[in-house]
């Protein structure tokens, strides 16, 4: 903070499609999608013409006892596309949904409902969670009970509720993998026996042989955002999901950052598809979304759910069995006509081979940043990367956050007109699907440019 009061600030004032404008007409490519939540670009034609015209009619009124139109509509819309368009063997359906504001009260939704489900089916007087090292799921005090980021949440351990936690399948950084570090994406070469999944299977019987078994299991589906675009290998979330069930625990996926079509471009069965649970033929028991949920437009969250998960909340006036949770904008009608829009344009075959080139040309493009030696490990999942910085990328060494090596880089990225954010020293590149092949390998370029210089002064 003290940095940022010492700065001058870029004051963003216009969008248009990838790119961000400052007030003195600076034009910088969003590289990090607005943190995440840009699907299609800014100012885009459809979704601002639906959010006119919702606005026209009305703008909000409360969801508590009454229903309204585009919430209704956006519902009708959102389900199918949680369940993928393949139907896969022995995956429950997410029938239902519950609408939030932002992916920390979409998680606290979700772990208030798998609290209570499992209260309620006496299966625990106080349920408990098993979550990732390094996992994030928001930052209010649910969401950050289940997280597992020291430098965020140890100095509020005081708040919390105790969760556990698991070895996440970070390949480049494993004590488990062999293998001597290559010029490739760590998953590609790693050598081992996925003690990964030994690990979560472990923890899941010391927990059954204590007596307390785990109510469920929290996963950011193929690849941790916050932790710094750490990437499952193929397979880890299938087997993981699968040890889920067979201990009877709620799977529990939070696609806030990998929904909508971010870092899956296929489900299992090879159609287009929406949600990183289902490239592996995963349907969680309960999902959380956000960010691009209204194209990155307006704050809006959802909460899927399966129908016996709902069906415990049902009940006569005076059981008072109803879920207790409720927000004053929760399905806000100019999010839910931003949302719809930014759905139709999703599900497009346009936005699908956009999708599609735009994943090929950040490959092509990333493969040249193996060239630098300040390069460790460059991980990509659909449309997003991480690349991590390193003092040394034979022996992986690396840099000490104090010497902001990521900032320094974004820094003099921004210089040269590419925005985005590190998480410490991992470089994020996440653009918009607008964004076209030249675009992103300009910036891929000016992203070697900017490592290149910090690391030369
Ligand atoms: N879960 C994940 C995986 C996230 O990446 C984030 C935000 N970065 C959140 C939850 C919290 O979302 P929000 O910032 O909208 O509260």
Redesign the pocket.
């Known amino acids: 903070m003290s940095d940022w009061m010492a700065s001058d600030p870029i004051i963003i004032q216009k969008g248009r499609g990838a790119y961000l404008y400052d007030i003195n007409g600076q034009k910088y490519l969003d590289a990090n999608s607005s ?2 939540t840009n699907l299609h670009g800014h100012a885009h034609p459809v979704i601002n013409r639906a959010i006119r015209q919702q606005l026209s009619k009305i703008s909000h009124s409360s969801a508590l006892g009454l229903a309204n139109e585009p919430a209704s509509i956006l519902a009708g819309e959102l389900v199918p596309l949680a369940n993928a368009q393949s139907r896969f063997n022995a995956q429950p359906e997410l029938a239902r949904l519950f609408y939030s504001d ?4 979409a ?1 606290e939704v979700a772990l208030k409902l798998a609290y209570e489900y499992t209260r309620r089916l006496g299966k625990a007087k106080k349920p408990r969670f098993l979550g990732l090292n390094g996992a ?4 209010t005090i649910g ?1 950050v009970s289940l997280g597992h980021i020291d430098l965020f949440h140890k100095n509020y351990s005081g708040l919390l509720f105790e969760s556990d936690s698991v070895m996440a399948p970070y390949c480049y950084r494993c004590p488990f993998n062999q293998a001597k570090p290559e010029r490739a994406d760590a998953r590609t070469y790693r050598k081992c026996k996925w003690e990964c999944v030994g690990q979560v299977e472990k923890a899941f019987a010391t927990a059954k042989k204590s007596g307390n078994s785990y109510a469920g299991v929290v996963v ?1 589906p193929l690849m941790q ?2 932790a710094g675009m750490v990437p499952q290998p193929t397979g880890w979330l299938k087997d993981v999901s699968a040890i889920a069930r067979q201990y009877d625990a709620l799977l529990i996926a ?1 696609e ?2 990998t929904g909508f079509g971010r870092v899956a471009l296929r489900d299992a069965a090879g159609k287009p598809s929406y949600f990183a649970s289902h490239a592996e033929g995963i349907i969680p028991d309960l999902m ?1 979304v ?2 691009g949920m209204t194209g990155g437009y307006l704050p809006m ?1 959802a909460t899927f759910a399966t129908q016996p998960i709902f069906d415990l909340f049902l009940g006569r006036y005076d059981e008072f069995k109803t879920f207790f949770h409720g927000h004053s904008f929760t399905a806000n009608q100019l999010g839910s006509a931003a949302a719809c829009a930014s759905i139709d344009i999703l599900k497009s075959p346009q936005t699908f081979h956009r999708r599609a080139r735009l994943e090929q040309a950040m490959k092509e493009g990333l493969e040249e940043l193996w060239l630098l030696p300040q390069v460790g490990d460059i991980r990509q999942s659909g449309c997003v990367a991480g690349i991590e910085l390193v003092a040394d990328w034979r022996q992986r060494t690396s840099i000490p956050l104090a010497a902001k090596a990521g900032i320094r880089v974004c820094t003099a990225l921004a210089e040269a007109g590419v925005l985005t954010r590190p998480i410490g020293n991992v470089i994020v590149l996440m653009p918009p699907f607008c964004t076209k092949p030249d675009e992103i390998k300009k910036a891929i370029m000016l992203i070697a440019k900017a490592i290149r210089q910090v690391f030369s002064s």
């Open positions: 943190i995440w932002d992916g920390s009260t998680m994030y799921h928001g930052d969401a950011e955002g916050a939070d806030v950052m959380a956000a960010k969250a």
